[in-house]
């Protein structure tokens, strides 16, 4: 390995869906000699989309990672690290994921389709991380460039300047910044270079100052250079690129743009690292010093079949060795890297060693999770990278396995998918005794589905998952209940007294001993809890459990020779039971905090929808861009699946966000419908 810090260059490719990033990450590799030919979305043999639900879709479903190295004789080898990204918003976990091993984001744009809500959504996560931007304008040979440009500086705002242009009706492009000659599609390339200049000049006092006295022949080719790369990092320059990835205009010069114009792991904005947790963490800088002690981020997490867990990584501070030793966040047993590898594509190239800024890979070490930090000293305990902002998946299915005896095939397999997409969930519920997987959209889910079938064999049952519902009371009650069974040998008796009331609304449950004068022994006093809690447990109205309510035993009988502790369970159960039904039984509903984020044009439609859903709205805020958030509360079962419908209502354009905050009553008649639907099994007395 040749090359050092300063010549590594790490760029996402990101973007709406069919910009064309795929194929122009295979432009890339190929014009750097990465590989032979660049292979096609349509004959399956790209290097990225190497999946086979990828390949059968024709789009990409998970970040790729390729390199290219450029040899250089003056200015030293340059190493590429470039991430190819998914553009559908179904699958943006892995896209976001990649934001937190690079320096600069490619956000790619469509020449004929124009801003998309993706091109929108890139470049607002970009800029909140501290990235670089750039745009890439792909498939100029159609469209209308010249529209576009204007598009996106009235968008995006007047920093989006071109530093190239289409030239010969999109079959080439002509330089704006390195030298500005020739004869452009449209706008004059002298003037293209007088505003990319003019822009890149005036964020540096000394650069400024020069090129006011002597014009820019004064300025030396490594001022222009840090003045543009300290625009790029302060996002006062946005530089636009024009490529046609299929026919290979603008490739190369976009591999020059990228080899000496963009930021190296040097010169971009210090990765957010923080030591400690909650109010006690501070920041502190991770240093790309070869010699310091090791920092590395995990990004990434693949299960290969073939060459089992592997963990991908950004270093970004020391060096990573083979054979060295490293821990993974606090803890204490540090594991041996047996085999470091840089990626390409589906393959995997050992190497000896990563620097800082390289991207590389670690095998086979089970306990490495999705953002671990990698590091081989204590000193470098409780430090951790502030996390990306991930959509919370809203939308789940129930599953179970299609054939008996997989259950614990099926949730392995599920916690391996859960690992490599942060967007994708799998949980147990206990209380309703279900498994629910949860994401980001209906096709998410059915992609994940068709995933545990292709790759771990296992096939599964969906349903729509349950609502978690609970019961209470809604007045004070008494209750009784005499349990007695004679059998011919010793017999069975146990006779409870209790009292009912509700208790303010997320109290839970009191159990409460008022037992006077000793008619009900104290050992069996814990035998008429487990017999309330039976009930507690498992519903009395509904099949649900039970809060917020107090249960006071005030009296009892026993008998010396036939009590025991079974027949102050049932007692106590069916006291409770029987209190339960004259105290007004309530079924209680999850009632969540909203957040809908549209664009302003769908507005009305949304809180029109909303109010049809029994929701709360409780307020309205712009966020800019065109894009507004609706804050409201919410049934939980009434937006469980809310997903579908607000993206049809705004063309895949709307996103929400809920989180739990209380519990509520149903409506009359919910509740009756929830009751009837409940057929507890009938027990003899």
Do not use: W
């Amino acid at each position: 390995m040749a090359y050092t810090t300063e010549g590594i260059r790490n760029i996402a490719l990101v973007g709406h869906s069919a910009a064309g990033k795929t194929t122009l990450f295979e432009a890339l590799l190929h014009a750097g000699g990465a590989i032979q030919s660049p292979g096609t979305i349509e004959r399956g043999t790209t290097v990225s989309d190497h999946d086979p639900l990828e390949k059968q879709r024709q789009h990409s479903l998970n970040a790729s990672i390729a390199s290219i190295t450029i040899t250089d004789q003056s200015r030293g080898d340059c190493h590429i690290n470039l991430l190819d990204t998914p553009g559908s918003q179904d699958f943006r976990g892995p896209t976001l994921t990649a934001l937190a091993a690079v320096e600069t984001c490619a956000v790619v744009v469509n020449a004929h389709a124009g801003i998309e809500y993706g091109t929108q959504r890139m470049m607002h996560h970009a800029r909140q991380r501290g990235l670089a931007r750039m745009i890439v304008v792909n498939k100029i040979d159609g469209g209308n460039p010249r529209a576009l440009v204007e598009q996106l500086r009235e968008t995006f705002g007047p920093e989006c300047l071109p530093i190239n242009l289409p030239a010969q009706g999109g079959k080439a492009v002509v330089d704006c910044f390195f030298k500005p000659d020739g004869v452009a599609d449209f706008d004059s390339v002298a003037a293209a270079h007088q505003r990319i200049i003019d822009q890149v000049v005036e964020i540096n006092e000394t650069v400024m100052g020069h090129y006011l006295d002597a014009g820019e022949e004064s300025l030396s080719g490594a001022e222009l250079h840090d003045a543009f790369e300290q625009c790029l990092r302060e996002g006062h320059l946005v530089p636009i690129c024009f490529v046609s990835a299929r026919t290979g205009a603008g490739v190369r010069e976009l591999l020059r743009i990228i080899e000496r114009l963009l930021p190296n792991p040097l010169e971009g904005n210090p990765p957010p690292f923080v030591k400690g947790t909650g109010a006690t963490a501070t920041p502190i800088e991770a240093k790309p010093d070869p010699a310091a002690h090791v920092i590395a981020d995990v990004f990434k997490i693949i299960n290969d079949p073939f060459v089992g867990k592997l963990s991908v990584f950004r270093v970004y501070q020391g060096t990573i060795k083979k054979d060295s030793q490293l821990f993974i966040d606090d803890g204490k047993k540090p594991f041996k890297v047996g085999h470091l590898f840089k990626l390409r594509g589906k393959d995997y190239v050992e190497i000896e060693q990563a620097i800082p800024g390289d991207i590389a890979a670690v095998a086979k070490v089970e306990e490495i999770h999705f953002d671990a930090v990698l590091h081989d000293s204590h000193d470098e305990d409780q430090i951790h990278l502030t996390p990306l902002a991930f959509p919370q998946p809203m939308f789940g299915l129930a599953v179970e396995p299609a054939h008996k005896g997989h259950e614990q095939k099926l949730a392995a397999s599920l916690h391996k998918l859960a690992e490599e997409d942060p967007c994708f969930r799998y949980e147990h519920n206990k209380e309703l005794n279900e498994s629910v997987i949860r994401g980001l959209s209906d096709l998410h889910l059915r992609l994940m589905i068709e995933r545990l079938k292709e790759r771990y064999g296992v096939e599964v049952k969906t349903r729509p998952p349950r609502i978690a519902y609970r019961e209470t009371v809604g007045v004070k009650a008494e209750g009784h209940h005499r349990h007695k069974k004679q059998t011919g040998g010793a017999g069975q008796f146990g006779e409870v007294y209790l009292r009912i009331e509700p208790l303010p609304r997320g109290t839970g449950f009191e159990f409460v001993d008022e037992v006077k004068g000793g008619t009900i022994p104290g050992q069996f006093l814990p035998a008429v809890e487990k017999g309330v809690r039976q009930v507690l447990e498992h519903g009395a109205v509904a099949g649900y459990q039970m809060q917020d309510l107090r249960v006071i035993v005030y009296d009892g009988k026993y008998h010396t020779v036939d009590s025991k502790e079974v027949a102050f369970v049932a007692a106590g159960k069916k006291a409770f039971l029987d209190a339960v039904a004259k105290a007004q039984p309530q079924v209680l509903e999850p009632i969540v905090n909203l957040e809908v984020f549209v664009p302003d044009a769908h507005v009305g439609d949304v809180t029109g929808g909303l109010a049809g859903k029994r929701a709360q709205i409780s307020g309205t805020d712009t966020l800019g861009s065109g894009e507004l958030v609706i804050r409201a509360l919410a049934p939980l079962a009434e937006v469980a699946d809310y997903q579908t419908e607000l993206k049809s209502m705004t063309g895949g354009k709307g996103r929400y966000a809920i989180e739990f905050s209380h519990y509520d009553p149903v409506p009359a008649q919910v509740q009756k419908k929830l009751i009837e639907a409940y057929k507890p099994k009938v027990e003899e007395d």
